[in-house]
Nanobody, 123 residues
């Protein structure tokens, strides 16, 4: 069974930093793109940052220059370093991963979501 487990959320003052981690586990043949999304109360879930299997990244305009996404392929882990946090960054942050499940002779590919981790930035 495939699981994505996030960690690193919490309460921080404006201007502070947090680092989120997401570990994918299970019968994973290949980890393709991974990303972070967030959802604030009453709002739609939005993309925060995404990194491809080759390491190409893209960010929401609202976090450019403040957040950095990275990955460790050997550990099936994606990170989100969040600096200069603002109250408007408050949301539940979700990890998403495009995974190939199985082995080299037989595999299937689909997206998976983590359970979410709360990030709260106080003013």
């Amino acid at each position: 069974q495939v699981q994505l487990v996030e960690s690193g959320g919490g309460l921080v003052q404006a201007g502070g930093s947090l680092r989120l981690s997401c570990v994918a586990s299970g019968n994973i043949f290949r980890t393709n793109a991974m990303g972070w999304y967030r959802q604030a109360p009453g709002m739609q879930r939005e993309l925060v940052a995404r990194i491809t299997g080759g390491g190409n990244t893209n960010y929401a305009d609202s976090v450019k220059g403040r957040f950095a996404i990275s990955r460790d392929n050997a550990k099936n882990t994606v990170y989100l370093q969040m600096n200069s946090l603002k109250p408007e960054d408050t949301a539940v942050y979700y990890c998403n991963a495009d995974l190939s499940i199985g082995d080299s002779s037989r595999w299937s590919r689909r997206g998976y979501w983590g359970q979410g981790t709360q990030v709260t930035v106080s003013s």
